[in-house]
């Protein structure tokens, strides 16, 4: 005689531990976009402008050639100011990132590694 297959007991809502793993993960997106904010309104000094578009964010910088005197240098004051519109660049887009869910954009609209539980 062949041996029993033992039922298997079915949660009564099997969905709920995913609405909680979904719930946690939009107020950990919140706290993260709340935290990036922050630092970019210290960097720029006030609310950042969100009104920019996808296309006005992916454009690479442009870099301008500048004559090189003997007497042109670039004091710490501009290069600080410098690095903090960069950063303010950069959390823009991560908070865009974390915005959309982490998707990759255009090619797969995948999920990537970075917002996964096992990062968190």
């Not at 920019?52 to 670039?74: F, N, R």
Request: aromatic share 2%; with cysteine; charged share 30%.
């Amino acid at each position: 005689m062949l041996p029993r297959i033992p039922k298997i007991k079915l949660p009564t809502h099997p969905l709920e531990p995913l609405r909680e793993i979904v719930r946690g993960g939009r107020e950990r997106l919140e706290e993260a976009s709340n935290d990036i904010r922050s630092i970019a309104e210290e960097f720029h000094g006030g609310t950042p402008d969100m009104t920019s578009t996808a296309q006005d964010t992916e454009k690479a910088p442009k870099i301008e050639p500048q004559s090189l005197t003997v007497g042109s240098k670039v004091t710490t004051e501009e290069t600080i100011a410098y690095q903090k519109r960069e950063l303010g660049k950069e959390l823009l887009l991560l908070e865009k990132h974390l915005r959309e869910g982490c998707r990759i954009p255009p090619t797969t609209g995948e999920p990537c590694d970075c917002c996964s539980p096992k990062h968190t």
